[in-house]
């Protein structure tokens, strides 16, 4: 079964402050894509990167990284030098062969980060 | 270009009424997806569209009622609305059901049912 876990539930920094949004996936399938989806208080759901299961390389994005390890099934997210603009419920979601329903994403239940000033 | 349009954004049903809920991609779209959100849950699959005149159930379809009559178009029915259907609902779409392609969602529409 396809399954995504989001262990941190909520995470408050002090702006400025790195911070890591940790992500750990099950699925059997071999070939599989990760994706970052950021809801800011307005509720809309915005895509921030997709990375497939043959590409380890880390990728940076301005103050976002992502982290995918294979062997620990985790891609992880942080946050260099938070803003208070940051603050949002960030899901890591899994996209498979074996979800059926012709791929469908499949949802972590969300981390939500808070930004102080 | 829009995007992925979403009508309404908030309504209050009392029990027992119906609903459709409208979303709109000008993306040319070949997949549109339902979803609810629910505190604690994620977002979770209600049905699906491969194309137009087609639908497929998700992993909570029960309760619900798909239509996929235009291309760009999907709208979503409750016959009679309960309790359990309060939600945020998103819309998404997608060029094909491909592993390498990204879903685009809505803006949501925030649904209470007394």
């Known amino acids: 079964a396809q399954k995504v876990t989001q262990a941190q539930t909520e995470i408050s920094v002090v702006e400025k402050e790195d911070v890591t949004l940790d992500c750990v996936y099950e699925?059997?399938?071999?070939?599989?894509?990760l994706f970052w989806y950021k809801q800011p208080p307005s509720g809309e759901l915005v895509f921030l990167i997709r990375?497939?299961?043959?590409?380890?390389q880390n990728e940076i994005s301005g103050r976002y990284s992502w982290n995918f390890q294979k062997s620990t099934s985790s891609f992880n997210f942080t946050i260099t030098a938070s803003q208070v603009v940051d603050s949002a419920v960030y899901f890591c979601?899994?996209?498979?062969?074996?979800?059926?329903?012709?791929?469908?994403?499949?949802f972590g239940k969300g981390i939500t980060l808070s930004v102080r000033p | 270009n829009a995007g992925v349009t979403q009508t309404p954004k908030f309504r209050v049903l009392k029990t027992g009424q119906s609903m459709t809920l409208l979303c709109a991609q000008d993306?040319?779209?070949?997949?549109m997806y339902w979803y609810r959100q629910d505190p604690g849950m994620g977002l979770r699959l209600i049905h699906y569209?491969?194309?137009?005149?087609?639908?497929a159930k998700g992993e909570v379809p029960d309760g619900y009622n798909v239509s996929r009559l235009k291309k760009q178009n999907f709208l979503l029915g409750l016959e009679s609305a309960a309790p359990s259907q309060t939600s945020v609902y998103f819309c998404?779409?997608?060029?094909?059901?491909?592993?390498?392609?990204?879903?685009?969602f809505g803006p949501g529409t925030r649904l209470t049912v007394l």
């Open positions: 998404a779409s997608s060029y094909s059901p491909g592993l390498v392609d990204t879903q685009y």
């Open positions: 699925t059997r399938d071999t070939t599989y894509y």
């Open positions: 990375r497939n299961s043959f590409d380890e």
């Open positions: 979601a899994l996209k498979a062969p074996s979800t059926g329903a012709n791929s469908k994403l499949t």
């Open positions: 993306m040319n779209h070949e997949y």
């Open positions: 569209s491969v194309g137009e005149g087609t639908t």
